[in-house]
């Protein structure tokens, strides 16, 4: 008997160090492992990773879900092509503990890689963090990113939360870097800075017709039916019977999965409610994705694949050249599962996923608005295109720029200026690394930086200029930050609005509601 690794596997590994035979693969190094396996030989199926994992994702095989069965070969596969070997797994010894504040460190940021730089940096007794996020409210893409229908992913705030509660972390939620507080004020008021910022703005198509209306990067729409403040106001047409999808990452498998969707099950979610109402009353019942290149080099994951082929009420339908087969693992599965979907006969009634390979689009077409994408085989006639091929990072001010990479120049996380690293100034998670990975993959992004700060702290390299709390020069600028409790007391308050419809949360789309919510 084993235990079984499936779809949710965020790759955060707290499952591996509690194995008591060292049967989890792969150990994440930095690299972006789209999930972990468990050797089915080596279990002594003893449930401790089960017990462990933050998101749900890990199941004895004799209780896996219907939808999830397959995981039980993939889990064996991967060991199948990678032999298990003994590995060192001596403990790092524990951190000398510091004197209380003599190393204060800001992160700007409160998503995964500004969390676990966080959780890595209060493991060293006496080191103080103060958090920043121009949001009221904290965890980044896991609020605002993943999908209302992937509850369970969302949960990995529970290894979060201890580490923002902690007395040595000072929470300070809406509030700006560049509007309430400089770059130039954090290096003054604390020893290091972390940028963990992510990578929020939408790469272009570079094709004609970008510009139709009709036409949106998809990462607005994602923002949209999660509820960010930001992007609460936008509009899109749901009037067009077919949405293309340019791009066949995971994110653009999740908005294809909430535009089918019944609304009903959408309804059990924490969606926001203004798309709610506009999806109830969508007209849409065909969603497709196009990929530039064949089906083993699909951006989407193994298990988001497999999530999409069992949605109730959705036909998953394959067109294109799907090249050909490879020879690894994770490309393998994906062209398996996609000529298996090829095969599968139509369900009259059900809505559509198409997902079509090998089509890149050669332009927008339409006058004012968009009506259609071209392709070298015709053109795919729509009123609503989503691109979804990648995020780039943003400028922040007073810190160096690649504006061709999209993210901060940096070497294993400092931040470098002309070749050289810039005292003090660090980075994590996408604006360091580039917007690849899961979850997960930021565990090891952020504890390669902190590892860099703290070598760069025991060398001497990080002072302060001033002792002062950062807190007080916010409150005589009369910023509305937001603390810890004052998340949780939105929090509190947005689940007791979902409760009344069974939902986990309701949420606030409003600055001034979240701000108020706060303040009860
Ligand atoms: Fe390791 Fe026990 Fe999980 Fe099996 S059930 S993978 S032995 S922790």
Known sequence: MTFVITQNCCTDASCIPVCPVDCIRPVPNGTAAPMLYIDPNTCVDCGACMA????????????????????????????????????????????????????????????????????????????????????????????????????????????????????????????????????AELTEHHDAVIYAVGASRSRDLGIPGEHLAGHHAVADFVAWYN???????????????????????????????????????????????????????????????????????????????????????????????LGERPDDLDGALKYDLITEYAMRPRTPGNRVVALVFSAPPLELVGTENVEGVRLETGIIETGLVFRSIGYRGAAIDGVPFDEAEGRVPNDEGRVVDAGEPLPGVYVAGWIKRGPQGVIGTNRTCAQQTVGHLMEDFAAGKLRRRSDDDISELLTRRGVQAVDWAGWLAIDAAERARGAAAARPRAKFVEVGELVGAARI
């Open 52 to 183: 462990e994992c933050p998101v749900g994702a890990i199941y004895h095989e004799d209780e896996l879900p219907a939808g999830q069965r397959r995981f039980l070969d993939i889990n064996a596969a991967y060991f199948d092509k990678t032999a298990l070997k003994v590995r060192d797994t001596q403990a790092k010894p524990a951190p000398r503990p510091l004197e209380r504040g003599a190393l204060r460190v800001a992160i700007v940021g409160s998503g995964p890689a500004a969390c676990y730089a966080a959780a890595e940096l209060v493991h060293t007794p006496g080191v103080e963090v103060h958090l920043f996020d121009r949001l009221p409210t904290p965890f980044g893409l896991i609020r605002s990113g993943v999908a209302p229908d992937h509850q369970a992913t969302k949960q990995i705030v529970s290894v979060f939360e201890p580490v923002l509660a902690s007395d040595r972390v000072s929470c300070h939620f809406n509030v700006e870097v560049g509007r309430d507080v400089t770059h």
């Open 227 to 321: 509820g960010h403040p930001d992007h609460a106001h936008h509009e899109f047409d749901f009037g067009t019977s077919r949405v293309v999808i340019i791009g066949n990452g995971n994110v653009a498998l999740d908005a294809a999965r909430v535009l089918v969707s019944d609304t009903e099950t959408l309804a059990q979610t924490d969606i926001a409610d203004h798309s709610l109402r506009a999806l109830a009353a969508s007209a849409v019942q065909e969603v497709v994705l196009l990929a530039r290149r064949g089906a083993a080099h699909g951006a989407f994951s193994v298990g988001e694949l497999i999530a999409l082929g069992e949605l109730p009420g959705v036909d998953v339908v394959v067109r294109g050249e």
